[in-house]
């Protein structure tokens, strides 16, 4: 019988008074009832292609609509599943409203080269960009730009497109060295977007503060409100009239081994109010919807390579803080790719030979042993080694080397994560070592 596959919350996002809660992985979400933490729905975009191994879906919501991009393909998705699917080339999602999906080609104009010391570099011409709509339930707008493209916000008033307006102006900052600036414009669509944009036929209007930020983006993102006045009054979720920020204490502002707290401020001052503990570990995502606050907590300590992500509901008038329980995802999973048996061995042979020589440059590490671990999928790297962190125990970190759908990931930075983990000991306590070994 296959291992039954959970829901690993990564973004959250309040859509129509439901929450979403979407997985780090698999095209799935759960559909929560916000007054009762119970799970509504079920939902997934499976028909839709995963993206390339090591990348992420990109999750982009204006709070009725949600849509999802996989690689190439983008597709709206409702509670009964995917709702509509268009492929939009090279471009990327960054925007939902008016009824649309709206996709730009994020290419930065080439500053150019110095063709001498002392001498500007000299810009070749803009490149021209791409705006793609997708209209729900209808066709496929591919509209040229004259100059690359870099974002767009919907408003009340319209759409804005962000254009890079001018090629880049260099500054010098040594004999032989320059800085770039690059330039930025907004245009203006009140109305429908022509069939070809260009930049001196339309008004340049800027939109100003109030647009949705990264962590409206889905609810999701790394970025959420720190515990500061300035920030917290701005950028926190506002909940019980105050203004939350979701995170580590303020003397703890790295790490997964620290208290995790929401702290309630007033909308106005920015004056702490309230404080809650949630426990200990590191903060994935947070978002307001139906009156809580809601939190994707990875506990500390934890094993890297499959993290037990937790989602909370806080009820900011009280404190109480609830776990949403586990919701099982098995039958609406991606199937595994089909690999040869020898094309498994020489990729996993290969990043476990990374770490041969681990001991010639990581200081301190000694009696290292790097061995292939696991099975196909969930096959990966572990190093074992000696370290004076721990005295007469072991350290032991695992990479997983194949994603959860059998394709092979690299990890190029891996050494040089752990190097830096080991000079500032973001490592979980000793006391948390078993049979003498201490997962990191």
């Given at each position: ?322 776990q949403v329980a586990p919701v099982d995802i098995t039958d609406r ?108």
């Open positions: 019988m296959p291992e039954r596959r959970f829901l690993r919350p990564r973004l959250l996002a309040a859509v129509d008074g439901a929450l979403w809660v979407v997985d780090e992985f698999q095209p799935v979400a759960a559909l929560v009832e916000p007054g009762t933490g119970t799970v509504r729905e079920v939902v997934d975009w499976r028909s839709l292609a995963p993206p390339e191994p090591g990348h992420s879906a990109e999750i982009v919501t204006d709070g009725s609509r949600i849509w999802v991009q996989q690689g190439s393909s983008v597709g709206w998705v409702d509670e009964t599943g995917l709702r509509q699917a268009a492929e939009v080339g090279g471009t990327h999602l960054c925007a939902v409203g008016r009824g649309a999906a709206w996709c730009v080609d994020w290419h930065s104009p080439d500053p150019g080269r110095s063709p001498g010391p002392g001498i500007a570099p000299v810009p070749p011409p803009m490149p021209e960009g791409r705006l793609v709509i997708v209209a729900e339930d209808g066709p496929t707008r591919v509209i040229p730009v004259d100059r690359p493209a870099q974002h767009v916000e919907i408003r009340a008033d319209g759409a804005y497109l962000e254009v890079h307006s001018e090629p880049p102006t260099a500054t010098p900052v040594s004999s032989s060295g320059w800085t770039f600036t690059y330039h930025h414009d907004h245009l203006w669509f009140p109305a429908e977007v022509p069939d070809r944009i260009e930049f001196a036929d339309h008004a340049k209007r800027d939109p100003g503060p109030g647009g949705l930020g990264w962590s409206g983006r889905g609810g999701a993102g790394s970025w959420l409100a720190w515990h500061s006045a300035d920030e917290v009054t701005t950028d926190g979720l506002l909940a019980s009239g105050l203004r939350w920020a979701l995170g580590p204490l303020p003397e703890f502002a790295h790490g997964d081994r620290h208290p995790v707290v929401a702290t309630g401020h007033d909308p106005d001052t920015g004056a702490e109010r309230v404080r809650f503990e949630l426990g200990t570990g590191r903060l994935h995502a947070a978002v307001e919807c139906g009156g809580y606050l809601w939190a994707v907590l990875c506990p500390a300590p934890r094993p890297r390579d499959r993290p037990p992500l937790r989602l909370l509901r806080i009820d900011p008038g009280s404190g109480q803080v609830d999973c991606w199937s595994p790719v089909s690999l040869p048996e020898d094309e498994i061995e020489a990729h996993a042979n290969r990043e476990r030979a990374v770490f041969d020589d681990v001991e010639r440059y990581l200081r301190g590490v000694a009696d290292a042993r790097s061995e292939i671990d696991g099975r196909w999928p969930d096959l990966g790297v572990r190093l074992t080694f000696r370290h004076p962190y721990f005295p007469g125990g072991w350290l032991s970190r695992r990479w997983r080397v194949f994603d959860e759908i059998g394709r092979p990931v690299s990890h190029e930075y891996a050494s040089v994560h752990l190097m830096e983990d080991l000079d500032t000991h973001h490592l979980p306590p000793v006391d948390a070592a078993e049979g003498g070994v201490l997962e990191i």
